[in-house]
């Protein structure tokens, strides 16, 4: 099956640092979504990139879409305590059709000190 | 409010047993899906339905079985063939199918043997 690679696997910054997770697949994506899961919590939906070269931003995090529509990466800046819990990507890939379905990396644990 | 609920959030199975974990939305979506969540492994789909009385077995179906007889819910159970169920357990539902729809999460059930 498809498989979507994401690291770094955990990632300790001390407050007001940037954090960055990356996304990367071997087949070309029809789109991406990226999720934050609080720890104890679920997966709260936080974007969709469907076009190549893609750029979004929600305050402080920066979501890009990579030009051959194979990586994405999630940028924040100046990290806050609130920041903490796992970030996951999820993609389907662009020959899936209609019926296809999301496939979601491992995720990125980010930890904040404070 | 609109949202997902699941049931029991804590679960204990004994040797031998079926247990099945309940799933409701009120969301009016069409699709829903069964992960399920090990430290470290990200999210791995169980299964998923993209409509009333239709379901498709996801990556690792093996030793769970669903039904999908109302659009508000999709109940799993985790048989006796499943010999490592102890996890995190989270439903999940989308507008529609196909892998480009945000999907909305439940707060999960944890499972775990006695």
């Known amino acids: 099956g498809q498989q979507v690679m994401q690291i770094p696997q955990y990632q300790h910054v001390q407050e007001g640092e940037d954090f960055t997770t990356y996304c990367n697949s071997s087949t070309t994506l029809s789109n991406i979504q990226w999720y934050k899961q609080r720890p104890g919590g679920h997966p709260v939906f936080l974007i969709q990139l469907v076009k190549s070269g893609e750029v979004k931003k929600q305050k402080r995090l920066t979501f890009q879409f990579g030009e051959a529509k194979k990586n994405s990466s999630l940028h924040i800046t100046a990290t806050q305590t609130t920041d903490v819990g796992t970030y996951f990507c999820a993609a389907t890939p662009s020959w899936g059709g209609s019926n296809y379905k999301l496939t979601f990396g491992k995720g990125t644990l980010l930890t904040v000190n404070p | ?114």
């Open chain 2, 1 to 114: 409010d609109g949202g997902i609920t699941q049931s029991p959030k804590y679960l204990f199975r004994k040797e031998g047993q079926n247990v099945t974990l309940s799933c409701e939305q009120n969301l009016n979506h069409d699709a829903m899906y069964w992960y399920r969540q090990d430290p470290g492994q990200g999210l791995r789909l169980i299964y998923y339905s993209q409509i009333v009385n239709d379901f498709q077995k996801g990556d690792i179906a093996e030793g769970y079985s669903v039904s999908r007889e109302k659009k508000e819910s999709f109940p799993l159970t985790v048989t006796s063939a499943q010999k490592n169920p102890t996890a995190f357990y989270l439903c999940a539902s989308s507008m529609e199918g196909g892998g480009n729809q945000p999907q909305h999460f439940g707060d999960g059930t944890r499972l775990s043997i006695l």
